[in-house]
Antibody, heavy 123, light 107 residues
Framework: QLQLQESGPGLVKPSETLSLTCTVSGGSISSSSYYWGWIRQPPGKGLEWIGSIYYSGSTYYNPSLKSRVTISVDTSKNQFSLKLSSVTAADTAVYYC???????????????WGQGTLVTVSS | DIQMTQSPSSLSASVGDRVTITCRASQGISNYLAWFQQKPGKAPKSLIYAASSLQSGVPSKFSGSGSGTDFTLTISSLQPEDFATYYCQQYNSYPHTFGQGTKLEIK
C-alpha cells in the first residue's frame, strides 16, 4: 500500500525558507508512471496547487508562487522536497504531498495524498 | 489560469437524500476534472478522475458527469459519513486549480 509522509519544521520565521520533505513508501519515486506534487491549505480555507515534479526532474509550478518555489526529487531516498523562500504569514498552511499517475493515453488525477503537515510562519 | 467555480458553496441535506454539486471552468478543460472529499482535520480523499471515473475503492453512490466547462458530482443516498467538504480540480493545464469547495452539512 502506497504511503506518503510529509516532514519538516512546523514553525518558520518570516523571510526565511520553508523546507518540507515527502517520503514515499510502498512504491518507487523513480517510476516513469507518476508525477509527485505539493498542495497547501491555509487554515479554514480551500486547496491551492503549488507544483509538481516528474521523476526525470521536470517541474511545473503555480505562477503565483513560481519565483519562490523549488521542488526536487531524491531518488536515492525515495523522497521529494518543497522549498518556499521569503515566507510570510500568508504562507501559513497545511502542506500536503500527493501522487498523480501518468500513463500514456489515460487521463488520470491525484490518487494518493499524504496526511498533511501544518507549517506556521511566525517570529 | 483557469478559474473553477463550485456551486453551491454550502448545502444542507438529510440522510437518505440525493445531492448534486456543480463545478464550472472558466474555459474548456475537456474531461480533465477530478473530485475530492475532505473531512475536518483530514487530508482530501480522491473520489473521481476524468470527470466520471471512480477511483479504486470509491462506492458507486458517487457519480460524476460533464465535459468542457460544466461538471457535476452527485451523491446518492446520503449517509452520515458523506457529510464533508467537496472540491473539484482541473488538471487540463497548469496550474492545476481547485474550486473553492462545497460544504455538505446535515439538515
Amino acid at each position: 500500500q502506497l504511503q506518503l509522509q510529509e516532514s519538516g519544521p512546523g514553525l518558520v520565521k518570516p523571510s526565511e525558507t520553508l523546507s518540507l520533505t515527502c517520503t514515499v513508501s510502498g512504491g518507487s519515486i523513480s517510476s516513469s508512471s507518476y508525477y509527485w506534487g505539493w498542495i497547501r491549505q491555509p487554515p479554514g480555507k480551500g486547496l491551492e496547487w503549488i507544483g509538481s515534479i516528474y521523476y526525470s526532474g521536470s517541474t511545473y509550478y503555480n505562477p503565483s508562487l513560481k519565483s519562490r518555489v523549488t521542488i526536487s526529487v531524491d531518488t536515492s531516498k525515495n523522497q521529494f522536497s518543497l522549498k518556499l523562500s521569503s515566507v510570510t504569514a500568508a504562507d501559513t498552511a497545511v502542506y500536503y504531498c500527493a501522487r498523480r499517475p501518468r500513463y500514456s493515453g489515460y487521463n488520470l488525477a491525484i490518487d494518493y495524498w499524504g496526511q498533511g503537515t501544518l507549517v506556521t510562519v511566525s517570529s | 489560469d483557469i478559474q473553477m467555480t463550485q456551486s453551491p458553496s454550502s448545502l444542507s441535506a438529510s440522510v437518505g437524500d440525493r445531492v448534486t454539486i456543480t463545478c464550472r471552468a472558466s474555459q474548456g478543460i475537456s474531461n480533465y476534472l477530478a473530485w475530492f472529499q475532505q473531512k475536518p482535520g483530514k487530508a482530501p480523499k480522491s473520489l473521481i478522475y476524468a470527470a466520471s471515473s471512480l477511483q479504486s475503492g470509491v462506492p458507486s453512490k458517487f457519480s460524476g458527469s460533464g465535459s468542457g466547462t460544466d461538471f457535476t458530482l452527485t451523491i446518492s443516498s446520503l449517509q452520515p459519513e458523506d457529510f464533508a467538504t467537496y472540491y473539484c480540480q482541473q488538471y487540463n493545464s497548469y496550474p492545476h486549480t481547485f474550486g473553492q469547495g462545497t460544504k455538505l452539512e446535515i439538515k
